[in-house]
């Protein structure tokens, strides 16, 4: 007897709304018109300050992103409200939501403070809503984390990072950075200096772009959700 959810009789997952179930389909995974345009890249960071070392790798990978052939564009944080303080309509709130909508992947970057990322780009991720007039502006699109640290090497703020990416919905790259005594590893042009570090940025944004040119096509067909369709229609009525 065969077994799995192919034979299963429909009385055995009452729950379920089988005509809604989308089985997979390796065809659906390849677009039929594929983007040609350079990957468009995000890149946000955590600090005000003069030299903030967040920004100033942020840049690095920003340069190396447009040697990869990418479009990028930083976001500044600063003259962001708080989150809450004012309405989504404030000047600096529409140009963040519109840059994550123009966006196919992301670059976060903070500093650890505390043990955990900054307020200045926790209150940027808590100004870019899950859902925005039925579109999604982080949904499906990929992301790398980085940090970089007053001391020795930690890895707090990509974790926390790593878990408000998949909260926002978004597809994180293996792969990471983590910059420790940052004061130590720019030169004074704020250039990150060779060495390791700087290969592990380079590895980063590599591998960032590999996976945009994979996914940003297929991002519809690879978050298309059960739920989401079966709250697009009336729900069954009761018999």
Known sequence: MEHGPASAPNDAMPALRRELLAPPDPARLEPARR???????????????ERSYSRLLVEE????????????????PRELPV????GPDHPKVQELRALSLWSEGQVWCSPEMHGAITG?????IDWL????????????????????????????AVNTLRLLGRWMRMVTIPNQSSIPKAY?????AGRLRPGPLYDR???????????????????????????????????????
Not at 39 to 49: E, F, M, V
Not at 61 to 76: I, K, P, S, W
Not at 184 to 188: H, V, W
Request: charged share 25%; aromatic share 8%.
């Open 129 to 156: 809503p899950l859902e925005l007039g039925g579109v999604r502006p982080t949904q499906g699109r990929t992301l790398a984390v980085m940090q970089v640290s007053g001391g020795s090497q930690s890895f707090n």
């Open 61 to 76: 990978a920003a340069r190396l992103l447009q040697v990869l052939g990418a479009e990028t564009r930083t976001f500044d």
């Open 35 to 49: 983007a040609d345009h350079p990957p468009r890249i995000l890149l946000l960071y955590g600090s005000l300050r």
């Open 184 to 188: 130590e590893q720019f030169d004074d």
């Open 83 to 86: 989150a809450g303080s004012v």
């Open 120 to 124: 200045v780009f926790k209150n940027q």
């Open 201 to 239: 940025v380079v590895d980063v944004m590599e591998e960032l772009v590999r996976f945009t040119w994979l996914l940003r096509d297929r991002a519809d067909t690879l978050v298309d959700r059960y739920s989401e369709r079966a709250a697009r229609i009336e729900p069954p009525t009761a018999q």
